[in-house]
C-alpha cells in the first residue's frame, strides 16, 4: 500500500485515517455517546407513573365495548345527507366477535364510508352499547378493520427494502425497529411523565443516530464522520426550534391531540412539545445528507489523492448543494401533504392565505417547515468540514487496492 493508505474501488473500504484526526473524531463521540447514556438514565421514565397513566383515560362509557362484524351489504349513501331516506346509507353486517357473536344488524354510516369501497365480506368495528331500561344493546358504526391491509404493505415495504438494498436494507430495518423502541419506550413515556420535552427529544435523537447510522452503514470513521455532522445538526434544529417557536408565540395545540392532552396532562410544557416534534421530524432527512456528505468526501479522497482537502471540500460542497436543494424540497411538501387539508379549508375563506399565514395551525407548519431546513443545511456544510479534516491528507501516488 502506498503511503500507508489502502483504497477498493466501488466498495466501502475506506482509506487509511491518520492517527490524531482518528482520535479526535473518535473521542468526540465517545464524549457524545456518555452524555447520551447519562441522559438516558436520567430521564428515563419513572416506570410507576408510566403503568399509572396507561389507560387512565376512558375512551368510551363504561361497559361499551368494539366488536368486530363482517358486511354483507352495502347501500348506498343518500342523496339528502341531513336527512338520509330509510335503507339508504347503511351496512348490513354480522357481529364476529363478543356476546352478540352472530347477530346481524345494520348500522348507518358516514357518506365516505360507504364510498370507501367496502364489499361484502370486509370487515367494520362496531360500537356496542350494552342493554338498558328493557332495550337491547344497541350498535353503530366505529371504524374500517384495516389491519391485514397495513400488515400486507408493512411486508411489502420490507420486502422491496431488502430486495433492493440487500444487507443494508435489512440492517437499516433494525435501525428503524431500535428506532421504534426508542420512541416508545423513552421518548413518548418520558414526554408524558413530565420530562423537559427538548431534552428528551435531543437524547432520543442523539440515541437513535448512534444506532441507525452504525448499523446500516457499519462502523467506520466515514460513518463517524457522518454522526459528528448529524449531532451538530440535531443541536442547531434543537436551538433555533426553541428560538423560532418563542419568538413566534406558538401554543403548540393544534388539533383535537392537543385538547385531550390540555385535559387530561395540562402540566405539559406544549411550546416544548412543538421543539421536540420539530428535532425528531428531521431525523430522517438530517441522516439522509450527512451520510451523503461523508460518502461524497471519502469517494473523491480515493478517486483523486493528489486533490487538497480545501479541493476535496469544495467539490463535495457542490455535491451537497445539490442534494440540500433537492431535500429542501423533500421537507416542505412533506409538510405540505400532511397539512393539504388544512390548506384547503384555508383557501374556502374569504382572507388572502397571506393574511391567515399567522394562524396557529399554519404558523406551526411553516416553524416546522423553515426549522427543519435550516439545521438541515448547516449540518451539510458541517459534515463536508468534519469529513475533509479527517481523510488522509493529499499524495501524488495514488492509492492502491487492497
Known amino acids: 500500500m502506498g503511503h500507508g493508505h489502502s483504497h477498493r474501488a466501488g466498495h466501502d473500504d475506506e482509506v487509511e485515517v491518520r492517527p490524531i484526526p482518528r482520535t479526535l473524531l473518535l473521542s468526540l463521540l465517545a464524549v457524545a455517546l456518555a452524555v447520551t447514556v447519562v441522559g438516558l438514565v436520567r430521564l428515563w421514565p419513572d416506570g410507576d407513573k408510566v403503568d399509572e397513566l396507561k389507560g387512565s383515560v376512558s375512551f368510551a362509557g363504561e361497559g361499551v365495548t368494539f366488536p368486530e362484524a363482517t358486511v354483507e351489504d352495502v ?49 367494520v368495528e362496531l360500537i356496542r352499547t350494552p342493554a338498558a331500561d328493557d332495550q337491547p344493546a344497541a350498535f353503530a358504526y366505529f371504524n374500517i378493520v384495516r389491519g391485514q391491509s397495513l400488515w400486507l404493505l408493512l411486508g411489502l415495504f420490507a420486502l422491496v427494502v ?133 460518502s461524497a468526501v471519502w469517494e473523491l479522497r480515493g478517486a483523486a489523492p493528489e486533490m487538497s482537502r480545501a479541493q476535496i471540500f469544495a467539490s463535495a460542497m457542490r455535491i451537497g448543494r445539490d442534494h440540500v436543494a433537492s431535500t429542501i424540497y423533500t421537507i416542505v411538501f412533506a409538510y405540505v401533504g400532511t397539512a393539504l387539508l388544512l390548506l384547503l379549508v384555508v383557501s374556502l375563506y374569504d382572507r388572502p392565505l397571506v393574511d391567515l399565514a399567522g394562524t396557529e395551525e399554519i404558523a406551526t407548519e411553516i416553524v416546522r417547515s423553515l426549522t427543519s431546513s435550516i439545521g438541515l443545511v448547516l449540518a451539510m456544510p458541517l459534515t463536508t468540514a468534519i469529513a475533509a479534516l479527517t481523510v488522509p491528507g493529499p499524495t501524488s501516488e495514488p492509492h492502491t487496492a487492497g
Open 75 to 123: 347501500a348506498p349513501a343518500c342523496e339528502n345527507l341531513n336527512v338520509p331516506a330509510e335503507g339508504c346509507g347503511t351496512l348490513t353486517v354480522t357481529v364476529v366477535d363478543g356476546a352478540d357473536k352472530g347477530a346481524e344488524t345494520q348500522v348507518q354510516v358516514p357518506p365516505q364510508v360507504t364510498a370507501a369501497g367496502l364489499v361484502k365480506g370486509d370487515r
Open 162 to 294: 431488502v430486495a433492493v438494498a440487500r444487507l443494508r436494507g435489512l440492517m437499516a430495518l433494525v435501525g428503524l425497529a431500535v428506532a421504534a423502541a426508542v420512541v416508545g419506550f423513552f421518548v413518548v413515556p418520558g414526554l408524558l411523565t413530565g420530562e423537559s420535552a427538548v431534552p428528551v427529544a435531543v437524547v432520543g435523537a442523539v440515541a437513535i443516530m448512534y444506532v441507525v447510522l452504525f448499523t446500516t452503514h457499519g462502523f467506520s470513521i466515514r460513518t463517524s464522520a457522518a454522526l459528528a455532522g448529524t449531532l451538530g445538526g440535531i443541536a442547531i434544529t434543537a436551538a433555533l426550534g426553541a428560538w423560532a417557536v418563542g419568538a413566534t408565540h406558538l401554543t403548540g395545540i393544534t388539533d383535537e391531540a392537543g385538547g385531550v392532552l390540555t385535559a387530561y396532562a395540562g402540566a405539559l410544557d406544549f411550546q416544548s412539545l412543538l421543539v421536540a416534534a420539530v428535532v425528531i421530524a428531521g431525523l430522517g432527512v438530517l441522516n439522509d445528507v450527512t451520510i451523503t456528505q461523508a
